[in-house]
């Protein structure tokens, strides 16, 4: 099935986590995400996530063409992620761990720890129309 002639695939086994360069420094520690180091995509976009409520749900969505590095930039939670057939939660906790997702996965984030900080770099500008928000038609797109 296609958007905007994209098909969507997914697989779960394509998300993974990156390890991203960390300064460490008695003065704090500094953290490096760079186009073309080791990164899946280059980024075109920056979006975080502030002032979270713990029992707060977001996600809840899939991307036809969308691919993400999502980080805990602060705090603490749980990216579950599906592809339809196997989900797989990954606990987000250190701001130098990236969760790759790729097009085509469905994620939803809970558990939020307070004071938490969802920063997500991104391979495309906004655009809602690379949205898949109903679960029921993002699995019959994968038929
Ligand atoms: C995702 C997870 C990890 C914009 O206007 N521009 C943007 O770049 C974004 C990301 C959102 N928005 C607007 C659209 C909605 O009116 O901000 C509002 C909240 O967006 P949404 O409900 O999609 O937020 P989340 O936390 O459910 O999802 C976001 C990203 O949208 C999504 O791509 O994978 O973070």
Not at 16 to 43: E, M, W, Y
Not at 53 to 72: K, M, N, S
Request: with cysteine; net charge negative; glycine share 4%.
């Amino acid at each position: 099935m296609t958007n905007n002639n994209h098909s969507l695939r997914a697989d779960i086994n394509d998300c993974r986590i990156i390890k991203l360069p960390t300064h460490c420094d008695p003065a704090g520690n500094l953290i490096v995400a760079q186009n073309s180091n080791n990164l899946p995509f280059a980024i075109e976009r920056v979006f975080y996530i502030y002032d979270i409520p713990t029992d707060a749900h977001r996600g809840g969505h899939a991307h036809y063409r969308e691919q993400q590095l999502i980080v805990a930039a602060a705090g603490c939670f749980d990216v579950e992620v599906t592809d339809g057939t196997t989900s797989r939660t990954f606990t987000l906790r250190r701001p130098s761990e990236a969760l790759y997702v790729p097009a085509g996965l469905w994620r939803a984030m809970k558990n939020f720890a307070g004071a938490s900080v969802c920063l997500t770099l991104s391979s495309t500008h906004y655009d809602e129309n690379d949205y898949i928000r109903n679960f029921d038609q993002y699995l019959s797109l994968l038929k």
